[in-house]
């Protein structure tokens, strides 16, 4: 089948029924025929009685009963079904099971109408971004994907355009857009969605987003605490920054594709965060050089006082006043990043050069000269994979190392090689965690 048939799925299924006599005794009889029911996943063993028809405001009701129950052959009835009967509960009746396309599970119509050569790996993953499915069929499965989209679609009311990468993430542009193809719905792909609390619009063919880091972005949001400041040196529209900033972390937020910063920026007034949040349009790399000199130039404070309440006051009384500026509380913006993130796993550790001398000259910034400790860096990117990971994060160590021109291994104090997720066969994501060492910032 390369084109949807959904009367393909109509199926009718010959069945006992238990007619109850009375309505206020269903509850009774269902709890008493038990096992005996019909046990189908989404097929309800409670139905209208089809006797009853014509008069709706009185009708019975009956319960269908297991296959092997059959109307006609009281040698197949329960003993707790013949019970019922004999007092005169419930009477055998035949009931014909009528079952369609809205029945089945994509799952189900999947395996039905796929050859079943084709079915050792079925093509039921897909992201999902606000109205979209995002798929990427293996070859052995498109000259099917307008049937699978189809499906899809049906099988899922949220989702009203299925596409189809035809590429992988990055290799046409230096943006981590992708070429796809419309298989199914409607052809936007101006999208809104939440996440971790806060509202994102883009299009989706203009900008980077995976629905499936959901977990990874609240993990690395987790680590940081307010009045830290970050720096997101290829943020996207913001899925790190925004849901830090509503934490009270102060973040400054960088993409080099203009539709992602646009983006970012609409997300920043959109989740109301414009005092915690600064979006910038830069390379990634000039980007962590030039922010660390407009960091230590930029006096930023918060007012954090909370705003008095407004009472319904008698007449000729006083309105309230905010706190004098002895008792106000505010919250000053640290002078050096506390963490850096790079979420670009194709190419980011090749950034890591970057760092080296990034604090040159400022030494007494940063212990022991004062509490304050050299910045946390969290960077993505991929590797092949193994039962244990451990050749994975060897290699990512080494390649580390040899960016930075010091050695990091994974054994070493505030180092962590964290497992992100499998994106492929063969092919995993990882975040590299590392605090950056003296040797590296100061040479």
Known sequence: MRELDRSFFRR???????????????????????????????????????????DKKNARKILLLRPDIRPQDPSTWTSKLQQLIQENKVAITPYQLELNYDIWTYYDIMSAILPEEGQDELP?????????????LREQY???????????????????????????VGTQNEYRTFQYELLAGDPSMDVELRELGCTFQFN?????????????????????????????????????????????????????????????????????????????????????????????????????TPIPKA????????????????????????????????????????????????????????APNTSTKLPMIHVHCFSTKSDDNKS???????????????????EDKEVEIWDVRDVAPQKRMFCASFRLPSEVAFR
């Open 142 to 168: 498109l000259q099917y994907k307008y049937l699978i989209a189809t499906v899809l679609m049906d099988k899922n009311p949220g989702i009203r355009t299925v596409i189809n990468k035809i590429d992988e």
């Open 392 to 410: 994975e994060k060897i290699k990512i160590c080494c390649e580390i190392s040899d960016r930075i021109g010091y050695t990091i291994r994974q």
């Open 124 to 136: 039921t993953g897909f992201s999902v971004v606000g109205h979209i499915a995002h798929l990427n």
């Open 311 to 366: 009472r319904r006051r008698s007449r000729g009384a006083e309105s309230p006043t905010c706190a004098p500026s002895s008792q106000r509380n505010y919250l000053s913006q640290p002078k050096t990043f506390q963490h850096y993130v790079m979420n670009l796993p194709a190419t980011a550790t090749t950034f890591l050069d970057a760092f080296v001398g990034l604090y040159k000259g400022h030494e007494d910034l940063f």
């Open 12 to 54: 009718t299924i010959p069945l006992a029924a238990a007619r109850v006599y009375e309505n206020a005794e269903i509850s009774r009889c269902r709890a008493d025929l038990g096992r005996d029911l019909l046990q189908l996943e989404r097929v309800k063993p409670i139905r209208s009685d089809p006797e009853d028809a014509n």
């Open 204 to 304: 989706y063919s203009k900008v980077y987003w995976n629905s499936r880091l959901n977990t990874e972005h609240e993990r690395l949001v987790n680590l940081f605490q307010p009045g830290e400041v970050v720096c997101d040196v290829m943020a996207g529209v913001g899925p790190f920054a925004v849901p830090a900033a509503k934490r009270k972390v102060f973040v400054w937020a960088n993409d080099l594709n203009p539709d992602s910063y646009a983006s970012l920026k609409d997300a920043i007034v959109r989740n109301k965060v414009s005092r915690f949040l600064k979006a910038f349009n830069q390379d990634g790399r000039s980007f962590i050089r030039t922010s660390v000199q407009m960091l230590l130039k930029d006096d930023l404070q918060i007012d954090m």
